[in-house]
């Protein structure tokens, strides 16, 4: 098993930044991918983006790109997001998550998930 644990929330005001960190542990050698979703109360988990373990490649949605660099320090099995400009629709819990085979914004493919952190972004 993995174990994914993130920190990193908080509240910030509109056009400010956050660092978000998804520590990993337990079985990380079988880490293909790790991702960042976010959910809003009521709604599905969003794709925000995701970062190879081995190649470092990365992907992002639409929304965030340009705004959010996803970033990973195998040494450290951690992977982080760096959100610049932050937004009041960016408010959600922030989960991170990790998969054995897969690299993409379906969260049914994922297979460890971490706790999530709320990030609140004031208008």
């Known amino acids: 098993q993995v174990q994914l644990e993130e920190s990193g929330g908080g509240v910030v005001q509109a056009g400010g930044s956050l660092r978000l960190s998804c520590a990993a542990s337990?079985?990380?050698?079988?880490?293909?991918?790790v991702a960042w979703f976010r959910q809003a109360p009521g709604k599905e988990p969003e794709y925000v983006s995701d970062?190879?373990?081995?190649?470092?490649?990365?992907s992002y949605t639409d929304s965030v790109k340009g705004r959010f660099t996803i970033s990973r320090d195998n040494a450290k099995n951690t992977v982080y997001l760096q959100m610049n400009s932050l937004q009041p629709e960016d408010t959600a819990v922030y989960f991170c998550?990790?998969?054995?085979?897969?690299?993409?914004?379906?969260?049914?493919?994922?297979?460890?998930w971490g706790q999530g952190t709320q990030v609140t972004v004031s208008s």
């Open positions: 998550a990790s998969s054995r085979y897969y690299d993409g914004t379906d969260h049914r493919q994922y297979d460890y």
């Open positions: 337990g079985r990380t050698y079988s880490i293909y991918a």
């Open positions: 970062i190879s373990w081995s190649s470092s490649s990365t």
